[in-house]
């Protein structure tokens, strides 16, 4: 799944980097399938990538990839049986059996690159002998995957679209409730100098001392947690601690960190607008 800038100078850039990448290492006639999401929906900014990564899931699942829409010609400079690779343009089922994998590309204006690779779950679960579920159309074998050995899918012999599918255990016993343990939280405050960061902590401690607060519910400490690193300003004296359990908040003052004074006052010099263009 490429970036796909549509632009004369973008694209046989990227062509070349796949078909060098991708293209090199496959037989000839056995070419690597590019897609561009943005011939389809256009350029979400800064959704694009989630967008083609949401595609590329969707393909892995069906089994189809997608054709790339109001497709005409290739751009000249991309020399497509040099490099390898072929655009689709209408819905081609998956190649191969075995292992489905599929590559993202996502740029940004500034420099910010992305690559994601990703396989389907079907053949994962499999290569591992893990239990779980999965939406792939079809049943398919690892015989050239080389992940292992072809096991057997029973899968109903009309399943609908998108259903979830069950598969076999291979010598993995999977707990039917894993334990929930308590997750520790950050709580992250401070005050204008160091004894407002100290006054700060003796009110939280003095506040959940109350019997009543002792025993909140998780959903009391992780909101917390947010409100202060989040809905506070970030003054100059900061402490911390990491507390398990809204019971261990009367003990704040015992458990947090010393008062640390931020070394310099950062003041604002750019608001990026997401868009490389405004530049």
């Known amino acids: 799944e490429a970036h796909g800038t549509g632009t004369p100078l973008g694209d046989p850039i990227e062509a070349r980097a796949l078909g060098s990448v991708f293209g ?21 900014g800064g959704g694009s990538g989630i967008a083609v990564l949401i595609k590329a899931v969707l393909v ?17 400079e991309i020399n497509a049986e040099a490099l390898n690779i072929t655009f689709p ?5 998956w190649p191969s059996n075995g292992l489905r994998r599929a590559s993202v590309n996502s740029f940004g204006f500034g420099g910010s690159n992305a690559h994601v690779v990703l396989d389907d779950a079907c053949n994962f679960l499999r290569a591992y002998g893990l239990e779980g579920k999965h939406q792939s159309e079809d049943a398919f074998s690892l015989a050239d995957s080389g992940l292992g050995t072809p096991v057997e899918l029973s899968l109903p012999s009309n399943p609908s679209l998108g259903a979830i599918k069950e598969i076999n255990t291979i010598g993995v016993q999977s707990p039917s409730a894993p334990p929930q343990l308590p997750l520790p939280k950050l709580l992250t405050w401070s005050g204008a100098d160091e004894k407002a960061s100290y006054r700060l902590t003796e009110a939280l401690a003095e506040y959940f001392a109350d019997a009543a607060r002792e025993n909140a519910a998780p ?16 003054l100059s004296s900061r402490r911390f601690a990491v507390v398990d359990s809204a019971a261990e908040l009367p003990a704040l003052p015992k458990m947090a960190s010393r008062p640390v004074r931020e070394l310099r006052t950062r003041g604002l010099c750019f608001v990026f607008t997401g868009q490389g263009a405004q530049w």
């Open 60 to 76: 892995l699942e069906r089994g189809v990839i997608s054709p790339n829409a109001n497709f005409e010609r290739v751009n000249p």
């Open 89 to 93: 343009t209408k819905c081609t089922p």
């Open 24 to 44: 090199a290492v496959r037989e000839s006639g056995n070419p690597v399938y590019i897609g561009a999401l943005k011939s389809n929906i256009g350029h979400l």
């Open 219 to 234: 959903s009391v400490l992780r909101d917390l947690a947010y409100t202060l690193a989040a809905r506070r300003s970030h």
